[in-house]
């Protein structure tokens, strides 16, 4: 059985880390660089950089974020916002990312995760996807949970899969920074629907949480908030999961978890 994973994201707006609630009401987080060497001494298994402006300059400014990343830290990383071309994801890649993160480009334009993948392996292709409960069940949202689709979740999820994504990065906004734990039963839809890894994504808040994702067959559980304010120790974290039973990496008393 392969572990499960405990990611670490970072929203990253003009060069340093922020966190909201439901997407709004940001606060500042800290440098990204210096949090990524901090969790990787904590053992996280992955980090992902989002960039939230997606402008021109931030894009330019996470490619610089990317080479000083690639130099200081030895677990994969995902760089994602504002990657809306082939050029732009194989600039971050070539920079040092191991992953990007596409989301609104993939809803204006599908063949966009057919390229990546084609040019650098699906594993190098993370689909962000941004739902909320409407009236026609889970909705997807674009543009920062900003702008309706008026798509199915199942739907997208199943389109993102046979374009050829490697993973999806799949985050509730009713429950991002909430701390109330993650939609379990927007994970289980998802499940039902993907053969590919599933991160879960929003209302990380304690320790049973993550188990709940995990049962519920998310691949990887990401938080953010609890991490940067020390809420939570990714350590503490993994060693509560393994006494559940659930696989995660963690070797302790030596030089890597």
């Not at 330019?60 to 082939?86: C, L, N, Q, S, Y």
């Amino acid at each position: 059985m392969l572990a499960k994973r405990i990611i670490a994201c970072l929203d990253v707006k003009d060069g340093v880390v922020v966190k909201g609630k439901r997407f709004e009401n940001l606060i500042y987080g800290g440098d990204p660089v210096k949090l990524a060497e901090k969790y990787c001494q904590e053992c996280v298994d992955e980090l992902v950089f989002l960039d939230i402006s997606a402008s021109l300059e931030s894009r330019r400014t996470m490619i610089e974020v990317a080479k000083r990343v690639a130099e200081k830290i030895d677990v994969p990383f995902t760089i994602g916002g504002g990657v809306r071309d082939i050029e732009t994801a194989s600039e971050l890649i070539y920079a040092g990312a191991d992953k990007v993160s596409i989301n609104t480009s993939a809803v204006e334009n599908p063949k966009l995760i057919e390229k990546i993948a084609s040019k650098f392996g699906s594993q190098a292709v993370v689909v962000a996807v941004d739902a909320k409960r409407t009236e026609i069940g889970f909705e997807v949202f674009v543009l920062s949970g900003k702008k309706r689709t008026m798509m199915r979740l199942q739907d997208w999820l199943s389109l993102v899969q046979d374009f050829g994504a490697g993973e999806v990065l799949l985050t509730s906004i009713d429950k991002d920074g909430t701390k109330g734990g993650f939609d379990i039963e927007m994970i289980s839809q998802a499940r039902k629907v993907l053969k590919i890894p599933i991160i879960a994504s929003g209302g990380a808040g304690r320790e049973e949480h993550f188990l709940q994702a995990f049962e519920a067959g998310a691949d990887a559980a990401l938080a953010a908030s609890i991490f940067h304010f020390s809420e939570m120790n990714v350590i503490q974290l993994k060693r509560y999961l393994l006494s559940k039973g659930v696989p995660i990496r963690l070797e302790e008393g030596g030089s890597t978890c």
